[in-house]
Structures are given as C-alpha cells and as structure tokens.
C-alpha cells in the first residue's frame, strides 16, 4: 500500500519560499507511470489542484501559481518537493501531496497523504 | 482553463434521504470526472472515478452518473457517515480543476 507523507515547515514569512516534501512509501516515484500531485486547500475554503510531475520528469502547473511554483523529483530519497516564492498570506492552507492511478484511461488521484497546514505570517 | 461548477454548494438532508449533487464542466470532457469525500480534519477520498465506477470498499449507496459535460453523484440512501464535503475533478485536460464543493449537512 502506498503512504504519502508531507513534511515541511508551519510557518513562512511573506515574500519568502514555501518548500514542501513528499516521502512516498510502498512503491518508487520512479517507477510506473504516475503523476506526483500538489494540492491546497485554505482554511475554511475547497480544494486547489497546484500541479503534478510526471514520472519521466514533465510537470504541470495551475496558470494561476505557474511563474511561482516549481514540482521536483527525488528519486534517491524518493520523495518529491513543492517550492513556491513570493508567498503572501493567500498562500496559507493545508497542502496535500497525492498520487495518481490510470483506469481505462482516466487519471484519478488515488493515494493522498494526511496533509500539512502552512501559514505565512511574520 | 476547464471550469467545473457544483451545485448546490449546500443542503441539508436527513438520514436515510436520497441525495443528489451534480457537477457541470464548461466544456466536454468525456468521462474523465473523478468524486472525491473529504470530512472535516481529514484528506480527501476517491469516492468514484471515470463518471460512474466506484472505488473499491465505497458503498454501494453511492453512484455516479454523466458524461461530456454534466454530471451526478448520487447517494441512494444518507447514512450518518456520510455527512461531509464532496468535489469533483476533471481530469480530461491540465489543469485539473475541482468544482467548489457541496457540503452535505444533517438536517
């Protein structure tokens, strides 16, 4: 069974860089074809889809984040990391990482880890 | 961008009611809609995947329905456990939006 874990500092200050990791357990991030996902959910508000890397090394993010936001891969730690610059205090959520499975063609996040709360504040 | 809008985006139903939550894209995405149920203090759960097929260990009171645009989440009779938020996503093109969330309250 594959476990998600994030890790990662409770507290950024404004204008500086989120950096979030993932340690995946029960199978490899380098092994089959999955998307390794970001999401983000703000206090008292739904769910934000943030981006994904593809297991060859292809990312994809939200318009909205993309001049901010970078997905990587750590295959020897085999973990995956988010980092976002420039925070504000909109960018206070929990943080989920997540991956995917494919059926009959339809990509669905299966795997979630528990979540981690972020909160931008000096 | 694909927008996806839920509605309601509230309602309040009693144990054993039959309840329906649809989720609208704002253009054709064939079956790639995926239902998620998150309680409060926990992470989401893959309820129903591709429009209509239940995630293994998902009661059978719920269902899924829909395809191109328009979309259905149904739970056939409310249990006490199923008093949550549920999403929808589409997954048909990056990126990968969630409708707003409908949150199933007790009446």
């Known amino acids: 069974q594959v476990q998600l874990q994030e890790s990662g500092p409770g507290l950024v200050k404004p204008s500086e860089t989120l950096s979030l990791i993932c340690t995946v357990s029960?199978?490899?991030?380098?092994?089959?074809?999955?998307?390794w996902s970001w999401i983000r959910q703000p206090p008292g508000k739904g769910l934000e889809w943030i981006g994904y890397?593809?297991?060859?090394?292809?990312?994809n993010y939200d318009p909205s984040l993309k001049s901010r936001v970078t997905i990587s891969l750590h295959t020897s730690e085999n973990q995956f990391s988010l980092k976002l610059n420039s925070v504000t205090a909109a960018d206070t959520a929990v943080y989920y990482c997540?991956?995917?499975?494919?059926?009959?063609?339809?990509?669905?996040?299966?795997?979630w880890g528990q979540g981690t709360l972020v909160t931008v504040s000096s | 961008d694909i927008q996806m809008t839920q509605s309601p985006s509230s309602l309040s139903a009693s144990v054993g009611d039959r309840v329906t939550i649809t989720c609208r894209a704002s253009q054709s995405i064939s079956n790639s809609l995926n239902w998620y149920q998150q309680k409060p203090g926990e992470a989401p759960k893959l309820l129903i995947y591709?429009?209509?097929s239940l995630q293994s260990v998902v009661p059978s009171r719920f269902s899924g329905s829909g395809s191109g645009a328009d979309f259905t989440l149904t739970i056939s009779s409310l249990r006490p456990e199923d008093f949550a938020t549920y999403y929808c996503?589409?997954?048909?093109?990056?990126?990968?939006?969630f409708g707003q969330g409908t949150r199933v309250e007790i009446k």
């Open positions: 591709a429009a209509s």
């Open positions: 890397i593809y297991n060859s090394g292809s990312t």
């Open positions: 997540a991956r995917s499975r494919m059926v009959s063609g339809v990509v669905m996040l299966y795997f």
């Open positions: 029960g199978g490899s991030v380098s092994s089959g074809s999955y998307y």
């Open positions: 996503q589409q997954t048909y093109s990056a990126p990968w939006t």
